[in-house]
């Protein structure tokens, strides 16, 4: 019996299907600011909107090092892996007919406040109590509290998002958390 790439059974039937990413929030020590990346004017998806720091895992990566790659490129700052950790699982379904995301939430704590713009956007670190006067993306004032401020260092968040046939995004969180 093989257990190569054949036996994963990938391909075969309806089968869920994934596209891994990763995303960032990283907090000052005092954690009352957190960086966020203003989407470059030019950028595919939310141009000029405020979101965390990611993208996609690249092959032979694993989210960690994927998660410390993305922070370093699009803000300048190099972070140790210690720094990161894992604070949720989202799973996003886009629809039937697609794939969907899987998205590794991470937080960081960084001392450093100088950053450096990247062709994605500009990071900017914003005062968690104002970043209802930011455009942020659409699951951002509930994924920041969430993930930064409610979720003990130690413990996973395993949440779902969804679509519905209006468009709205539905959040669901697993009751469960697990530390």
Same mark, same amino acid.
């Given at each position: 019996?093989?257990?190569?790439?054949?036996?994963?059974?990938?391909?075969?039937?309806?089968?869920?299907?994934?596209?891994?990413?990763?995303?960032?929030? #990283?907090?000052?020590? %005092? +954690? !009352?600011?957190?960086?966020?990346?203003? /989407?470059? =004017?030019?950028?595919?998806?939310?141009?000029? *909107?405020?979101?965390?720091?990611?993208?996609?895992?690249?092959?032979?990566?694993?989210?960690?090092?994927?998660?410390?790659?993305?922070?370093?490129?699009?803000?300048?700052?190099?972070?140790?892996?210690?720094?990161?950790?894992?604070?949720?699982?989202?799973?996003?379904?886009?629809?039937?007919?697609?794939?969907?995301?899987?998205?590794?939430?991470?937080? #960081?704590?960084?001392? %450093? +406040? !100088?950053?450096?713009?990247?062709?994605? /956007?500009? =990071?900017?670190?914003?005062?968690?109590?104002? *970043?209802?006067?930011?455009?942020?993306?659409?699951?951002?004032?509930?994924?920041?509290?969430?993930?930064?401020?409610?979720?003990?260092?130690?413990?996973?968040?395993?949440?779902?998002?969804?679509?519905?046939?209006?468009?709205?995004?539905?959040?669901?969180?697993?009751?469960?958390?697990?530390?």
């Amino acid at each position: 019996m093989s257990n190569g790439p054949e036996s994963q059974g990938l391909g075969k039937g309806p089968r869920h299907q994934i596209v891994p990413r990763v995303l960032v929030f #990283a907090h000052g020590v %005092e +954690q !009352e600011s957190v960086l966020l990346l203003q /989407g470059a =004017p030019d950028k595919k998806i939310w141009p000029g *909107l405020y979101n965390g720091i990611g993208g996609h895992i690249e092959r032979g990566e694993d989210p960690l090092s994927a998660a410390q790659r993305e922070f370093e490129e699009e803000t300048g700052i190099a972070l140790k892996l210690e720094a990161f950790r894992l604070a949720a699982l989202i799973n996003i379904d886009m629809g039937p007919a697609d794939p969907g995301i899987m998205l590794f939430t991470f937080v #960081a704590e960084t001392a %450093e +406040q !100088e950053t450096a713009s990247s062709e994605e /956007g500009v =990071p900017e670190w914003h005062r968690v109590d104002r *970043l209802g006067e930011l455009p942020l993306v659409e699951d951002l004032p509930w994924l920041i509290p969430t993930v930064v401020d409610k979720t003990p260092r130690g413990s996973v968040r395993f949440i779902r998002y969804s679509y519905g046939a209006d468009g709205a995004l539905k959040i669901e969180e697993t009751p469960q958390s697990f530390a």
